[in-house]
T-cell receptor, first 112, second 114 residues
Framework: EDQVTQSPEALRLQEGESSSLNCSYT??????LFWYRQDPGKGPEFLFTLYSAGEEKEKERLKATLTKKESFLHITAPKPEDSATYLC?????????????FGKGTTLSVSS | DTGVSQNPRHKITKRGQNVTFRCDPISEHNRLYWYRQTLGQGPEFLTY????????KSRLLSDRFSAERPKGSFSTLEIQRTEQGDSAMYLC????????????FGPGTRLTVL
């Protein structure tokens, strides 16, 4: 069964304290791994798509990487405005169409 | 892009009542998705339209749920005979065919069933 597990569930950082969020996946044929940011009471906001092991994407203080088993979202020198829930999702060959399988997310809190 | 809009933003109903939500996707986006999200969980896929055709339905979508996209533009999601377990955030997303499934999400409709 296709599965996505995110860790930790919650992470508290001081402003400027870099860290990484983990997304482990078990899928039959990865057809894309997606990272989203979700603020309270809002819909997810698309950040990155990764398709193959070794691929990396960057946006401001965020960098996403992908291996055959997991993906990391690295946050460099975070600011309070980076506080949000970060969601990881995969599309697998088991899915007949375009459905994404989401993890439960990591809630990040950055204090000044 | 004006973004994906959803109405209403909040809905409180009594168990057994019917409710209908509307989603207006970004214009020129031919793909539209409905997801459901409960507290502390990631979104769960419900159904997918390409233009007016409903191409995928999740096993989560019981026969009390029905979705339409009559002219390939806006979509409605109706829940009949609501149950307390239906309380959740209902999210709509849209995308262009050449941009893959990641989609732009709307703000969601928060449903509370009393």
């Amino acid at each position: 069964e296709d599965q996505v597990t995110q860790s930790p569930e919650a992470l508290r950082l001081q402003e400027g304290e870099s860290s990484s969020l983990n997304c482990s996946y078990t899928v039959s044929g990865l057809r894309g791994l997606f990272w989203y940011r979700q603020d309270p009471g809002k819909g997810p906001e698309f950040l990155f798509t990764l398709y193959s092991a070794g691929e990396e994407k960057e946006k401001e203080r965020l960098k996403a990487t992908l291996t055959k088993k997991e993906s990391f979202l690295h946050i460099t020198a975070p600011k309070p405005e980076d506080s949000a829930t970060y969601l990881c999702a995969v599309r697998s060959a088991n899915q007949a169409g375009t459905a994404l399988i989401f993890g439960k997310g990591t809630t990040l809190s950055v204090s000044s | 892009d004006t973004g994906v809009s959803q109405n209403p933003r909040h809905k409180i109903t009594k168990r057994g009542q019917n409710v209908t939500f509307r989603c207006d996707p970004i214009s020129e986006h031919n793909r539209l998705y409905w997801y459901r999200q409960t507290l502390g969980q990631g979104p769960e896929f419900l159904t997918y339209f390409q233009n007016e055709a409903q191409l995928e339905k999740s096993r989560l979508l019981s026969d009390r749920f029905s979705a339409e996209r009559p002219k390939g533009s806006f979509s409605t999601l109706e829940i009949q005979r609501t149950e307390q377990g239906d309380s959740a955030m209902y999210l709509c997303a849209s995308s262009r065919r050449d941009r893959g499934p990641q989609g732009f999400f709307g703000p969601g409709t928060r449903l509370t069933v009393l």
